[in-house]
């Protein structure tokens, strides 16, 4: 990654960049997020088919730069909740330095070796393998092989099922949450400052990992990521418990599209869907 | 149990200004209601975060009724269209989950308009006799019990 390393060294020598987030290994081999704090730690940064993780969530987690801007290597799909946090105010565009890369797919399961079979569902779909927006771009695109799409069966599944069906299949998986909140953590829209899940005054949310409250907690985290989800699948990675959380973000990401013909972080002027209305918004549900 | 007469519960979150005052009215103009249902005034329809109505499921609602001022009425000016985007990805996403979404219902109703309230509630406490009671908490709630000693 030698384009990746002299752009990152570039930015740092004509103090543009306070930091650079971006990939580097760790002593086993595994690729995980890095901060580079200056021009030598640079050398370390890598970008490969186990550079899984969505950056852009340290955008809002990480203390301002001191001086100069933050730099940010970053997929397709990542820049996406970069677009998405500037729609939504929370970062400036003048304050980001966005290192996009050429994206061969990433993998499902780290640990295991890239292939077809271990390929994120995220990459099937994806428009965006050259960044759609970037302010320097690096890497090369390679031919990939597609995954296939196992979620797509499950969809057609529930979509046919009855609501206690759905209910039964839910329970099962919403039981084995464990309120550990780590979807939250990796999430770059998952931002508040105060989680809706940590007011105690009044608890919306039971906070203990009960069947109830886990229901709670996901069809909430759903719905404040509804119209908002980029689709990075993040939360389903982290989750310990195995939760398909993607079937989520899926259908109210079909929400979003069906009803609205709309898709976050897919333009930084576009107004976004929640936070903003149309007079003419469907409601041939209100009596 | 079996053959007692099945009572729905329902949850009403009315907006202050319009439907609240729209069902005080039913009330003044000595309209007949059923009284399965229990009121909940928020400020505005613009209030109501989902989190409510699954509260209300979760306490053994066997329907939730939203109502509020129509569009372009609303005190706030905005509030209702707000409310209105939410409420189209919160139906779809009850329904899932497995919560039908047609123990849900919405209605505009304004300060005037006692006849259509009446209508209203008579309406949702039918709808939801028929429906049976929701049952996907009950067991849920178990869970959690406190053995008595
Ligand atoms: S779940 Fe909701 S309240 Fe909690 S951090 Fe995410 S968006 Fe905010
Ligand atoms: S909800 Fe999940 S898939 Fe959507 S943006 Fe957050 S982490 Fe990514
Ligand atoms: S990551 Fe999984 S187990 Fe943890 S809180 Fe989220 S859904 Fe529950
Ligand atoms: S005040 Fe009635 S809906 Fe806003």
New binding site residues.
């Given amino acids: 990654m030698k384009q990746l390393i002299d752009i990152s060294k570039e930015l740092f020598e004509s103090k543009q960049v306070g930091y650079i987030i971006g990939y580097a290994e760790d002593k086993f081999k595994r690729v995980k997020p890095f901060v580079a704090y200056s021009s030598l730690d640079t050398e370390r940064f890598v970008f490969n088919n186990n550079s899984v993780n969505n950056l852009a969530v340290y955008l809002t987690r990480l203390p301002k730069a001191k001086e100069g801007k933050i730099g940010i290597v970053a997929k397709g799909c990542d820049i996406k909740s970069i677009i998405a946090l500037i729609q939504e105010n929370q970062i400036k565009r003048d304050d980001v330095i966005i290192i996009g890369v050429n994206c061969n797919s990433v993998v499902n399961q780290i640990d295991e070796q890239f292939s077809k079979e271990n390929t994120a569902i995220k990459c099937k779909y994806c428009q965006v393998r050259t960044p759609a927006h970037y302010d320097y771009l690096v890497g090369e695109i390679k031919e990939v092989e597609l995954p296939e799409d196992k979620n797509f069966a499950i969809m057609q599944k529930l979509d046919s099922m009855s609501a206690e069906e759905k209910w039964n299949f839910w329970e099962a998986e919403f039981e084995?949450?464990?309120?550990?909140?780590?979807?939250?953590q990796v999430c770059p829209l998952c931002y508040c400052e105060q989680c809706i899940v940590d007011k105690s005054m009044p608890r919306w949310i039971d906070s203990s990992a009960t069947t109830k409250g886990?229901f709670a907690?996901?069809m909430i985290?759903a719905f404040h990521l509804s119209g908002r989800c980029i689709g990075c699948n993040e939360?389903e990675r982290?989750?310990?418990?195995e939760?398909p959380?993607s079937l989520l973000n899926r259908k109210m990401g079909m929400v979003a599209i069906n009803e609205f013909n709309y898709r976050h972080g897919t333009d930084i002027n576009q107004p976004t869907l929640i936070g903003n209305y149309n007079v003419n918004d469907k409601e041939d549900f209100i009596m | 149990m079996e053959n007692e007469k099945f009572e729905p519960k329902i949850v009403a979150f009315v907006c202050n200004w319009c439907t609240y005052t729209g069902a005080d009215l039913a009330g003044t103009s000595r309209l007949k209601q059923q009284t399965n249902a229990r009121l909940i005034r928020v400020p505005c329809t613009g209030r109501i975060d989902p989190v409510f109505i699954i509260k209300a499921f979760e306490k053994g609602a066997d329907g939730v009724l939203v109502s509020g001022c129509h569009p372009n009425d609303c005190h706030y000016n905005t509030g209702n269209f707000h409310a209105r985007r939410r409420w189209i990805f919160f139906r779809q996403l009850l329904d899932f989950v497995g919560i039908d979404s047609s123990r849900l219902y919405f209605s505009w109703v304004s300060a005037s308009e006692g006849k259509k309230w009446v209508d209203v509630v008579d309406g949702v406490i039918n709808s939801v006799r028929e429906k049976g009671p929701f049952n996907g908490y009950k067991k849920l709630n178990k869970e959690i019990e406190i053995p008595v000693k």
Avoid: E, H, S
Avoid at chain 1, 238 to 241: G, H, Q
């Fill in positions: 084995k949450c464990v309120k550990c909140y780590a979807c939250r886990n907690w996901n985290r939360c982290a989750c310990p418990a939760i959380l």
